[in-house]
């Protein structure tokens, strides 16, 4: 997801892929980002690239975290990740706009927090590790159920919902049961694939308390200590599993420093900022789509990469899946 979220908060009223955006794998924090409000008349070249950049880098991702644990504990590289792309990230901030920038209240600080260690610790953590047996295309198409969560997560704390938003959600989980199912996505694991379900659930909690709580104003400066959280929760719970005793730096392969490098820069730093400035710049429905295209990218780049088995379980759940959130995000607009 990798969220990676890097990603806007979600709005209370609009319960739809683009008030969730970022996943468990591409590490795009929650982060209250403003709602575009221009028209798709006008649009340029800039905006469809930024859209290309959130189509391709988002949905690569899952295959980059795939490459990374093969070599590197899982937790591990995920604090790892958060902390590097925090300090590149408030040091942009600050060398553009001042140290100042980065100041916050206590509150703001603590809210923040806490969306950070839910999204990032939570949400892409246990995606992290589940990619250790779980395909990434397998695992990103059962994290594009995470605006379903979130609708329902809304229904929960009262936000009204309508019966076509609830089909789609309906039918979105009757695809992510397919792809659940024992014996049908082949020699996957149950834990790991419930452990995916586990991550996009936790995401959309995230999601949802980021619209509710007092964030700090600006997504970017959210974002920084949203990753810097999810870097200390991370790295509190590798000490638990015992990763860092176990630490090799120099068995780690090339390939896996290459895939964290580019989580890094890309998944976590590249693609949200294109991402954030989409939100002010395109219409909101348009910049959406990345729910629908990314499990399509991830698909795709594991199949082409990796070898990963594209079985018609794993295509025909993935399908329903997508075709639920575009139900979902079709009537919650």
């Known amino acids: 997801m990798s969220a990676p979220s890097p990603q806007p908060a979600a709005d209370p009223d609009c319960p739809s892929p683009g008030s969730s955006p970022g996943s468990p ?50 937790l591990l590289s995920g604090a790892l990740r958060f902390a590097a792309a925090a300090v590149l990230l408030a040091a942009g901030l600050a060398a553009r706009r001042g140290i100042g920038v980065l100041r916050v209240t206590w509150r703001q600080f603590a809210s923040a927090a806490l969306v950070g260690v839910l999204l990032l610790c ?47 959600v309906l039918l979105g989980l009757v695809g992510l049961a397919v792809l659940t199912a024992p014996g049908l996505t ?18 959309a909690l995230g999601s949802v308390l980021a619209g509710r709580l007092p964030m700090p104003a600006d997504p970017f400066v959210a974002s920084v200590y949203e990753m ?29 420093w290459v895939g964290l490098g580019y989580l890094v820069l890309f998944g976590s730093i590249v693609a949200f900022t294109s991402y954030a400035w ?11 789509t990345y729910a629908y295209v990314n499990p399509v990218v991830a698909v795709f780049l594991g199949w082409l990469f990796l070898s990963e088995a594209l079985t018609w379980p794993i295509l025909l759940g993935g399908a329903i899946v997508v075709g639920g959130v575009f139900l979902v995000a079709r009537n919650e607009r």
């Open 278 to 288: 989409l939100l002010q710049r395109a219409p909101l429905p348009l910049v959406a």
């Open 186 to 203: 082949g020699e996957v694991g149950l834990s790991g694939l419930l452990l995916v379900v586990a991550a996009a659930l936790v995401w």
């Open 228 to 256: 810097a959280a999810g870097a200390v929760g991370a790295l509190a719970l590798a000490f638990l599993r015992g990763e860092p005793g176990e630490f090799d730096p120099a068995a780690v392969s090339t390939a896996s």
């Open 122 to 168: 939570g949400g892409n953590g246990m995606v992290v590790l589940a990619e250790r047996t779980v395909p990434s295309g397998l695992a990103a198409l059962m994290v594009a159920s995470v605006p379903l969560w979130v609708v329902l997560l809304r229904r929960a704390f009262g936000t009204r919902t309508g019966p076509a938003t609830l089909a789609g």
């Open 25 to 74: 794998a591409d590490g795009s924090p929650a982060s209250g980002s403003p709602r575009s409000a221009a028209g798709p008349a006008g649009l340029g070249a800039a905006v469809w690239a930024a859209l290309g950049i959130v189509y391709v880098v988002w949905g690569s991702t899952y295959l980059a975290i795939r490459v990374v644990v093969e070599t590197m504990p899982p």
